[in-house]
């Protein structure tokens, strides 16, 4: 375990809403630091969807270059940076899942042995972070369809039509249990901006 | 869905595929456009990001040797986007608001603040409607952290623009309405409240300062839709002009 995945606590009080102005006017110090909070998670989320390292990467890097890009863009109102920051890494793992499968025309059939393997995985991650062990709690304080539903939809990258397919429930079902399993791990993780 | 955004409690559970990025693109292009008239939804797909993103965290790994300085390499060729000058129209307040708006509902004038924020969010300009607001801010309050909290807006035929924000837990409704044209001499607006083929009036839209109207509080009754229309002065009973602004209230 190291304190790598925090390099904003205590020692560093700026935070990443105050940096996101400063690397909109082109500060490149400002995206070091930046990178330096980013980066982790960024590649975490895209690889956890993607799976492939190399692919994992290259999308990685795309999207960093676009925090850099869209800075500007960045509102406090719709919520915190990091959340911006992450919403847009994992939005670009789906948009490549979703491309790489118009091309190939995955079968979702495929996924049907990923539904246990989501939620292993983040066990399996424990040893990493507190973020994560609270993370991997709060997943463990949910119904079992709700747990399949958030992590096969967020960390699998499928969409809810494709969840409710692999679950063999109906679509309904689906997207009330992924959006009560979301309420409740709001709850659970104390997500309370 | 309505043209302005008539709440489906079945499009609402999509708060959740939504935050996970788990929707089509048709779906997506109706979620967003719902979002711009449910407020209650904005806020809710707020901290569901939110809670996604902590999700995502918990994922995090180290990047390998070189990436850093693939990434910076990358960054020194890249132009920047300006800033966004054009304001969102989706209805947000901010994300801890809930719990900020409740806490502020019993000072006077903190609860101003909450009025200006919430409502300012469909462009809707509210400086200068302080004093205005004083006695009333805790029952606008009230409708506006309700739970069931949810926002419509629509734009007049003619000008301007009405929006509401409505509770039906509490049975009432913040209306203001801005940027509507001068009334003729001996003319004003009148709101009137609409279930089926009943209509009753909800009184008249005096002017506020400069471009808006007073704010108003509205019992909602069993009302379904929302009409506005220029009435010459004197009792009118019903309306005698087409309306210039129609809103469904959502159910």
Redesign the interface.
């Known amino acids: 375990m190291s304190s790598?995945?925090f390099p904003a606590q205590p020692d560093d009080p700026i935070q990443l809403e105050e940096l996101l102005p400063l690397v909109?006017k082109?500060e490149?110090s400002a995206?070091?630091d930046m990178?330096e909070r980013v980066?982790?998670?960024v590649?975490?989320?895209i690889?956890?969807v993607l799976r492939d390292p190399a692919q994992s990467?290259e999308v990685?890097?795309e999207v960093?270059?676009e925090l850099?890009?869209?800075?500007?863009?960045f509102?406090a109102?719709?919520?915190?940076a990091?959340?911006w920051?992450?919403?847009i890494?994992?939005?670009r793992a789906?948009d490549r899942v979703r491309s790489a499968q118009s091309a190939s025309d995955r079968e979702v059939r495929a996924g049907r042995q990923a539904v246990n393997r989501e939620y292993d995985e983040?066990a399996e991650?424990v040893e990493?972070?507190l973020?994560?062990e609270?993370?991997?709690r709060c997943l463990g304080s949910l119904t079992e369809i709700q747990r399949e539903s958030?992590t096969l939809?967020?960390?699998g990258?499928?969409?809810?039509?494709e969840?409710a397919e692999l679950l063999s429930l109906p679509l309904?079902t689906v997207?009330?249990?992924?959006?009560?399993?979301?309420?409740r791990?709001?709850d659970c993780?104390g997500?309370?901006? | 869905m309505s043209e302005h955004g008539q709440i489906h409690a079945d499009i609402h559970t999509l708060t959740g595929p939504y935050a996970a990025n788990a929707l089509s693109a048709g779906e997506l292009r109706n979620f967003e456009r719902h979002l711009t008239a449910c407020s209650a939804c904005a806020q809710e797909t707020v901290e569901l990001r939110e809670t996604a993103a902590r999700l995502a965290q918990a994922t995090a790994i180290r990047p390998p040797q070189g990436f850093r300085e693939q990434v910076l390499a990358k960054v020194a060729t890249v132009r920047q986007l300006p800033p966004a000058v054009a304001r969102s129209l989706i209805p947000l307040r901010r994300p801890n608001s809930r719990a900020w708006l409740t806490r502020l509902t019993l000072g006077a004038a903190a609860s101003l603040t909450v009025v200006t924020v919430s409502l300012a969010m469909v462009t809707v300009q509210l400086q200068g409607r302080m004093a205005l607001m004083q006695q009333t801010n805790g029952e606008i309050a009230a409708v506006l952290t309700a739970s069931d909290a949810q926002m419509v807006k629509a734009n007049a035929t003619t000008a301007g623009t009405g929006a509401a924000v409505l509770s039906r837990s509490q049975g009432r409704m913040a209306f203001l309405a801005e940027g509507l044209p001068q009334p003729e001499k001996g003319q004003h607006y009148k709101l009137w409240l609409i279930h089926g083929d009943n209509v009753r009036s909800a009184g008249i839209l005096s002017p506020g300062i400069g471009q808006e109207m007073k704010l108003r509080l509205i019992d909602l009754g069993d009302a379904d839709r929302l009409a506005i229309t220029l009435e010459p002065f004197g009792e009118s009973a019903y309306p005698t002009t087409l309306p210039m602004l129609q809103m469904a209230l959502s159910v």
């Open positions: 790598w995945n909109a082109g490149i995206f070091e990178y980066a982790a998670p590649l975490g989320i690889q956890r990467e990685a890097q960093l270059v850099w890009r869209t800075a500007s863009r509102e109102v719709r919520g915190s990091m959340t920051v992450l919403t890494a994992h939005r789906v983040v991650q990493t972070s973020e994560a609270q993370v991997r958030v939809a967020y960390y990258g499928y969409s809810y039509r969840v309904g997207k009330t249990r992924l959006r009560d399993g979301l309420i791990l709001r993780l997500v309370t901006r």
